[in-house]
């Protein structure tokens, strides 16, 4: 900017305006002419500040070399990644998968199935793997692109969390089995003195027999209830992997729910021709949680209503709905907690354990899939699974699974 465009011409010539009516008005020239000079020489400064400062340009483009230092002392595993080629590797990545790593290819510096799958995709994404570094490790493996085939991988140690996973899990398993021999020897006294008609057949000691029974078989289901939660715990890292068809084998797990007293009630819709990786008998577990649930609770008689089809992400969703009472919004969130009831006396009346929801929200995320649960009070409850669909090309094994497949009752 030029020193002409910044005098102020109008300043100026407002004082020397003001100059000229003061000579007219009679005031002392002397005082006219130093008011002029004051008015001038403030207007003159006031433009003579200090000089504009100079435009520093920043160069915004990506480096990986600024990464480097950035990333080295962390305590976290990190890896920078140039079309799949490692070229930071920090102190800690150095110390577990070797200090030759950098300039090598991840696939083969890390040399796991899923870890491979993750890089080939070439996209943001998360796996977990075993073994990484010891037989018994796992590790999560969080990779994230940042810019122009450039990718952040962070690993993260998850071994800890899967060992007190573990110790749960056999104290369970332990504690079940040690309470199922006792209780196996109670059911069998109490059938034996039922059917003895020696001092034993007045109505008090019926109906305390029948009280014992019937809360000696609520124990047996509690226990391979908890039995059946530890057994997905223990194998929730572990990715199903038969090949499995789900028109039948939703249709047989939901019969074998309903059984021949509710088949009636049963509405089978099961149009979607879908296939998943999974255990079939964990999938039929909770089919069958599912169903007898809501032929439990909903409206004695009314119609539960089982469906198969595809949603909108094309997934597999299996989806059953009854005609209930419906629960509260406010309940909703805490279904899927262990020994949760939306209504104690009647699940217990009923012969819920309280962990049947649990169980089908374990096996479900163990297959990499999501539960929802929506209901409207007076009209009844939704619930829906949507799995992974099986990949096009495990399609020419699924003949030997369906050979092997029970055949549907």
Same mark, same amino acid.
């Given at each position: *900017? ?7 011409? @109008? ?11 003061m000579?007219?008005? %009679? ?7 130093t008011?002029?000079? !004051? ?13 504009e400062?100079?435009? !520093? ?34 102190a @800690? ?6 200090? =030759? *790593?950098?300039g ?8 796991? /199935? ?11 994404? +998360?796996a977990?793997? +075993? ?5 018994? $490790?796992?590790?999560? #493996?969080? +990779?994230?692109?940042v ?29 079940? =089995? ?8 109670? &059911? %069998? ?8 008609? $020696? ?23 509690l226990?391979?209830?908890? *039995?059946s939660?530890?057994? !997905? ?10 090949l ?22 049963l ?22 949680n ?12 009314? /119609?539960?209503?089982?469906t ?9 969703? #299996? ?6 009472? %419906? #629960? @509260? ?9 262990r ?15 309280? &962990? ?11 297959? +990499?899939?999501?539960?929802? #649960? ?5 009209k009844?409850?939704?619930?829906s ?7 096009q %090309?495990?399609? @020419? ?7 092997n ?5």
């Amino acid at each position: *900017m030029s020193l002409r465009d910044t005098i102020p011409v @109008a300043g100026i010539m407002l004082a020397i305006v003001t100059f000229v009516a003061m000579l007219m008005l %009679g005031l002392d020239p002397i005082i006219s002419l130093t008011v002029l000079g !004051v008015w001038i020489g403030s207007l003159m400064l006031d433009i003579s500040g200090a000089p504009e400062p100079e435009r !520093v340009v920043v160069d915004q483009s990506f480096s990986v070399d600024s990464m480097r230092k950035l990333l080295e002392n962390s305590s976290t595993p990190v890896l920078v990644t140039e079309k799949n080629t490692i070229a930071i590797a920090n102190a @800690a990545a150095r110390r577990i998968l070797g200090q =030759h *790593m950098v300039g090598q290819d991840a696939r083969v510096a890390f040399r796991q /199935p899923e870890a491979i799958a993750l890089f080939n995709k070439d996209r943001s994404g +998360r796996a977990i793997v +075993r073994g990484l570094v010891r037989r018994q $490790d796992i590790w999560e #493996i969080n +990779r994230q692109t940042v810019y122009r085939g450039v990718a952040v991988i962070e690993l993260i140690n998850q071994t800890a969390e899967a060992d007190i996973s573990r110790a749960h899990t056999d104290f369970v398993a332990n504690a079940s =089995h040690e309470l199922r021999t006792p209780l196996a020897a109670i &059911l %069998g006294y109490v059938e034996t003195l039922s059917e003895s008609n $020696d001092s034993l057949d007045s109505p008090t000691s019926q109906k305390f027999l029948g009280i014992i029974e019937r809360e000696g078989k609520r124990l047996q289901s509690l226990i391979s209830d908890l *039995m059946s939660l530890s057994r !997905v715990e223990a194998e929730k890292h572990d990715l199903p992997t038969d090949l499995i068809e789900l028109p039948g084998m939703v249709e047989r797990a939901a019969q074998d729910a309903a059984g021949p007293n509710r088949a009636e009630q049963l509405v089978l819709s099961l149009s979607a021709e879908a296939k998943v990786r999974g255990d079939r008998q964990q999938l039929e577990q909770v089919i069958r949680n599912l169903v007898d649930n809501a032929l439990k609770y909903g409206t004695p008689g009314s /119609p539960v209503n089982v469906t198969l089809d595809r949603s909108r992400d094309s997934q597999a969703r #299996i989806t059953v709905v009854d005609q209930g009472e %419906g #629960i @509260a919004p406010d309940q909703l969130p805490h279904l899927t907690r262990r020994f949760y009831r939306t209504d104690p006396g009647r699940s217990r009346a009923s012969g819920g354990t309280g &962990l049947g929801l649990a169980i089908v929200k374990h096996i479900v995320e163990r297959h +990499r899939g999501r539960l929802e #649960i929506d209901s409207d009070l007076g009209k009844g409850t939704r619930v829906s699974v949507r799995l992974p669909l099986a990949e096009q %090309g495990d399609s @020419a094994k699924s003949g030997a699974v369906a050979a092997n497949a029970d055949p549907i009752a």
